[in-house]
């Protein structure tokens, strides 16, 4: 396959001056099977960069996510925590889901909000942005009550939480996080008791300090479970 040979052997910047602009499906699909069969690291590595590059054009991010990108990178986050692989996988998912087709692509997998949400903090500063991000463009345009619920469940709620409190959730990571959560308060509201489960709710409160009866009801759970996440 040439372009796998040019993957290979070829450095990032020449082969993409040799892309078109409109690259076609079958080119994604190149792509992403060298993804998938993992054949070489600096394969690999090139694929995601370059996947990275061209999907900052809108039409390239509908054609990498119909030929299957997403669930390939969620496969590829669930089985590495390397630092390169985990920042360059999200900053490929967080491009594919500014489009309708990848943030749906992102939810079609059963481990896609999870795996997403469980490499925030764990990773470095740019994968808490970049995961964040991810996490925006769904809360903000994918959130049906369904993938609210989900949320939820899979402790993304308690994540963001965190982020607001730790040391390394302060600027835009710690704004991007209240952004989230503000978005869906009364849903948050309703199912207090999952999300202050394992997570202290001092920062939450204070953050939605604009939603009076929500804080209200914080202030009063957290008087009841002073110690809660403690």
């Not at 040979?5 to 070829?10: A, D, F, I, R, V």
């Not at 992403?32 to 999907?55: E, G, M, P, T, Y």
Request: glycine residues 4%; contains cysteine; proline residues 2%.
């Amino acid at each position: 396959m040439l372009l796998k040979s040019m993957l290979e052997t070829t450095t990032l910047n020449p082969l993409l001056s040799q892309l078109t602009k409109n690259l076609n499906p079958s080119f994604f699909h190149q792509v992403i099977q060298i993804l998938r069969d993992n054949f070489s690291r600096k394969a690999s590595k090139s694929a995601l960069h370059l996947l990275a590059n061209v999907c900052q054009r809108g039409r390239n991010r509908i054609k990498a996510a119909e030929a299957g990108a997403a669930t390939v990178l969620i496969d590829l986050l669930l089985d590495t925590n390397e630092k390169r692989y985990c920042e360059w996988s999200l900053s490929v998912l967080e491009q594919l889901c500014r489009c309708v087709e990848g943030r749906a692509k992102l939810l079609k997998h059963a481990a896609g909000l999870a795996v997403v949400s469980r490499k925030i903090l764990r990773v470095s500063q740019v994968a808490n942005k970049r995961g964040l991000r991810i996490l925006y463009s769904i809360a903000k345009f994918s959130a049906t009550p369904s993938v609210v619920q989900e949320m939820l469940q899979l402790g993304v709620g308690a994540k963001l939480c965190l982020v607001i409190q730790v040391d390394c959730g302060v600027g835009k990571n710690k704004e991007r996080g209240a952004e989230i959560l503000k978005l869906h308060a009364k849903e948050w509201k309703k199912n207090i008791f999952m999300l202050v489960k394992n997570y202290t709710v001092f920062s939450f409160s204070a953050m939605l300090s604009d939603n009076d009866n929500f804080m209200q009801h914080l202030q009063c759970m957290h008087s009841m479970n002073p110690v809660v996440g403690s």
